[in-house]
């Protein structure tokens, strides 16, 4: 197998892309004079992309795969094989939204209130798609950053990406409309998932990417129960499946293993000791492949 040209979004999701790939077990490094990181993969090279770009050099077969929002799939328009879907982000794990957003004093209240005015964004053809569903004319500027200051000098509204709204709050704007919620995916061109080694090699890093992702959040739980407690501390355990049961050497006993929420042990663990489970052990998880 040739080697496999990886792109890797550069900017926002950079950090959190190749701390991803690490938990995945790849190690990516990155050089501040580089567009071109080392990963200790030989089959693998790589190569640094803004994310609004990667969905192009896929489709056109310059990078065999790579990772990018779905809105710049849809901008651009790109006949790309989606391989997954990667839920995170530079803050944390929810979907990205593509938000209209107007200065907090502003009487612009909804789509139509756009009429006859100018709005800043990067994402251009999505906002133009979103003002002809509405049934309204307004002027699109390409911007080229720092979007959120635009308004009210610059522009009467934006329309821009975000995680948790903190920037566009610090800037004194509202948001009154979603036009996309997004995610990133892992995608392919057309012809390397033709390629038998290719597509298998991508199919497997997606797997423990995907596999990383599952694992988010979540903890694996150890326990030791009485025969007589066992439906009791069952009924408390929430689990992906079934919790494991296993029986041990005294017959009045077992031993259980499940994966819970993180969020859930605090008030999980003082319950469980209240039905007499013993031996309780939380043990982190890096990677859960269903």
């Not at 593509?98 to 789509?111: G, Y």
């Not at 390397?192 to 988010?216: G, N, R």
């Not at 959040?217 to 296993?246: E, I, Y």
Request: proline fraction near 5%; aromatic fraction near 6%.
């Amino acid at each position: 197998m040739t080697k496999l040209m990886l792109g890797l979004p550069k900017g926002s999701l950079e950090q959190a892309t190749t701390d991803l790939f690490a938990k995945a077990g790849y190690k990516i490094e990155i050089s501040s004079r580089s567009y071109y990181p080392t990963i200790d993969d030989p089959e693998i090279d790589c190569m640094l992309i803004r994310a609004q770009e990667m969905s192009k050099y896929v489709e056109e077969g310059i990078l065999d795969c790579g990772l990018t929002g779905f809105d710049w799939i849809q901008e651009n328009g790109s006949d790309v094989v989606e391989v997954a879907e990667l839920v995170y982000g530079k803050v944390g794990t929810k979907p990205l939204r593509w938000v209209l957003a107007v200065p907090a004093d502003s009487p612009i209240k909804c789509a139509k209130d756009l009429e006859g005015k100018r709005i800043a964004t990067e994402a251009v053809g999505m906002t133009q798609r979103y003002l002809k569903k509405n049934g309204v004319n307004a002027k699109v500027d390409f911007s080229w950053g720092a979007t959120e200051v635009k308004p009210p000098k610059f522009a009467d509204a934006i329309v821009e990406i975000t995680e948790t709204g903190s920037s566009l709050r610090a800037n004194n704007l509202v948001i009154i409309d979603t036009l996309c919620v997004t995610t990133t995916r892992f995608i392919a061109n057309r012809k390397t998932m033709e390629d038998p080694a290719k597509k298998d090699k991508i199919e497997k890093i997606a797997m423990m990417l995907q596999a990383v992702l599952a694992a988010h959040g979540k903890v694996g739980l150890k326990l030791n129960v009485r025969k007589s407690d066992l439906d009791s501390v069952l009924a408390l355990l929430p689990a992906l499946q079934r919790p494991t049961v296993s029986p041990l050497a005294d017959t009045d006993w077992f031993a259980l293993d499940t994966i819970v929420s993180e969020a859930q042990v605090r008030e999980l663990i003082p319950a469980l000791k209240k039905c007499n489970a013993s031996g309780i052990v939380e043990y982190p998880l890096n990677k859960i492949i269903d």
